[in-house]
């Protein structure tokens, strides 16, 4: 069990309810919607249970409960007493090794079974419709029908009881009722007329029953081809490692290492965690984690991911990050998120699903009534009420939105986006203006020190007490100053005290001195006149230079300047022209000065600037864009970012930003580029439209084949059939989302 939110007083974080577990259950027995949503009902009961969503398509439940100690065993008995089975998953809602393929190898030989004991019904069908006679006679009819229905069939006798049990329907109910039906009149008839050739339909009974079970086999695999992206990410972590102690190497379980351990990966390795390379140097393929295609050169001090591919370099690794802290350990739940979230249109289908089934039931009484009064012989009638309940099983209805949702997540997270819920899928899919975040989102977020002067002190005292105040920021403009003091060999004072202070800068206290450091707005605030710098300091801004000033908090006297430049990452450009070509409208808000904003912005072509905004100014301006009619996307990388990241309609983080952001987004890109904005977008739009297109096809099937049935015009053979082919044609159709590719590459 693991908990679905944190805690957390921070108001930016999206999603900050009361601290909330979620177990996860793997179900069985189901095969609709309406069985899907008798789950759900079973489990939402529970007392305790905040919510539910069972998942068709991987056979899975996500509950979400209140108490921690709430025994699984209660959900597995509320499952059971609704007529289906339950077990326990202790981690992801996939499994890597896929120990339901056994279960399809099982369906597959009930398949194998009955096709062969059906084949003599084909070949006899074929006999009658060229020579009028039968060649299999009615006895050996009834003994090749009833092993398919005892062998084959009996799958659906367990199900479909637990319906009825619990007071409702499912496709098994139906497709018994019919099968047994046309299996018990055939016998019936049989027995009573021995010696004469009555109308018998053992092969409608063999026939459906077979070719649904073709049905389920095509289903089954082309499941599993939907989550094919998302097991090859759960299939990366290796399971040992090699672990160096004193210089003496041994393999040890992965999951067995912990933060600080070092570990030796070897040419051609998948390596096993999180780290830091401490020796050594290779290229490193991380395609499967950011979708990245070229592999990336690593060397001393350089992050490496768990799970990406080691190339000829022989490497020494320090762990940083073991088990759910890792990388792949939180897109997997990301994605595990997007897999057990809700698309709001799915509501829809379950208020249909959980009526369906009593609809369809009727329609087949209507259908014998109807045909009865018209003066058809009762048997045929009641074939008639077999087709219709055997077209009507609502597969397709279930399968439409889940298959698709699986395809469309794991495409974008083996292209390197993580979408974490499905409600952001359907948003990102009419996005009409994107918000950025200016340092280290539009631009690289690794500034250089470009220029430095109006000192007090000298010029290398002057970096280092600045840089020594802000030796515990991981703001992009403080590491710039610290990473030049250290590569000029100054050594730094550890603070006493240390504030940032969010949008404007840094507070803090050397051997009892106050310090700040920060922006124009900062400066004012404390008194500082820093009017004497503005010529020189303009100039850097200009150029598109970030300038923080230094002062003295005591003595209200300005320490000096520096002009730190970031420049706008190489994809940009691509990033925005690609919005403006698809009538997306872009804004970047940043807290610099509108000279720095100017000079970035006209640099990779956004128009629509907004200067020396604060965090909650930030706010202010998604607020308004979304009180204009606009749906809005924010993207972003920092703390400051967060509150934004959560009021947008669709929040998109930067994987290189902080965790704050990460966790208030709805979208996290896993590598440093905008293009993947305009490709979220994309591929959300693909996936909603592949949702609308399998819900059209579903509904479509029923309303255009139950008319059909009811008027005789569908055999129940045909009816199985067709209600096998709408299933697998919903299923293939969400499949073709697999083929989708990332623009950034």
Known sequence: MEPSTSPSSDPCVRGTPPLRWRHSLSIGGMTCAGCAGRVEKA?????????????????????????????????????????????????????????????????????????????????????????????????????????????????FLRPAIGALLAGSGNMDL?????????????????????????????????????????????????KRATTDSIRALMRLKPETAHLLVSGVESTVRADALAPGDLIAVRPGEVIPMDGVVVQGESAVDEAMISGENLPIPKSIDAPVTGGSLNGAGYLHIRVTAVGADTVLARMLAMVDAALTSKAPVQQLVDRIAAVFVPV?????????????????????????????????????????????????????????????????????????????????????????????????????????????????????IATAIITEAKSQGLELIPPETAQALVGRGFRASINGRGLIIGNRVLMAEMGIDISATEQDTQAHEAHGATVVWAGDTSSK??????????????????????????????????????????????????????SEVPPEGKVDRVIALQQDGRTVAMVGDGINDAPALATADVGISMGSGTDVAMASADIVLMRPDLRLVPDAMDISKLTVRKIRQNLFLAFAYNVAALPLAMLGVLTPVIAGAAMAISSVSVVTNALTLKRWRSSAV
């Not at 609704?82 to 399809?104: C, E, M, R, V, W």
């Not at 009149?185 to 649904?212: D, G, K, Q």
Request: some cysteine; proline content about 5%.
């Open 43 to 155: 489990l939402t009961a529970v007392d305790g249970v905040i919510g539910a969503y069972v998942n068709l398509a991987t056979d899975h439940a996500s509950v979400t409960v209140q108490d921690r100690n709430l025994p699984e065993i209660v959900l597995v008995r509320a499952v059971e007493n609704a007529g289906f089975t339950a077990k326990k998953i202790n981690d992801h809602l996939l499994d890597p090794d896929d120990h339901a393929y056994s279960d399809q190898q099982r369906l597959r030989w009930r398949f194998l079974i009955a096709a062969a004991l059906s084949l003599p019904f084909v070949v006899d069908m074929g006999f009658m419709f060229t020579s009028g006679q039968m060649l299999v006679t009615p006895v050996a009819q009834w003994v090749l029908a009833t092993p398919v229905l005892i062998i084959a069939g009996l799958q």
């Open 174 to 222: 139906l497709v018994l009722l019919g099968t047994s039906a046309a299996y018990g009149l055939s016998a019936f008839n049989v027995i009573m007329w021995p010696s004469e050739n009555p109308p018998i339909y053992f092969e409608a009974a063999a026939l459906v029953t077979t070719f649904i079970l073709l049905g389920k086999v095509l289903e089954a695999r082309a």
């Open 360 to 476: 369809v039931v009727g329609l087949a009484v209507l259908t014998i009534i109807g045909w009865t009064i018209y003066g058809a012989d009762w048997q045929d009638a009641l074939i008639n009420a077999v087709s219709v309940l055997v077209i009507a099983c609502p597969c397709a209805l279930g399968l439409a939105t889940p298959t698709a949702v699986m395809a469309g997540t794991g495409a974008a997270a083996r292209n390197g986006i993580l979408i974490k819920n499905v409600e952001a899928l359907e948003s990102t899919a009419q996005i009409q203006t994107v918000v950025f975040d200016k340092t280290g989102t539009i631009t690289e977020g690794r500034p250089g020190i470009e220029g430095l002067g109006g000192f007090e002190e000298n010029p290398d005292e002057f970096l280092r007490l600045i840089a020594s105040a802000q030796a515990g920021s991981e703001h992009p």
């Open 557 to 610: 006297t300005l320490l000096g300047w520096i002009a730190v430049a970031d420049p706008p990452r190489p994809t940009s450009s691509d990033a925005i022209a690609q919005l403006h070509d698809n009538a997306v409208a872009t804004l970047m808000l940043t807290g610099d000065n509108h000279r720095t904003a100017d000079a970035v912005a006209a640099r990779i072509g956004i128009y629509d600037i907004a």
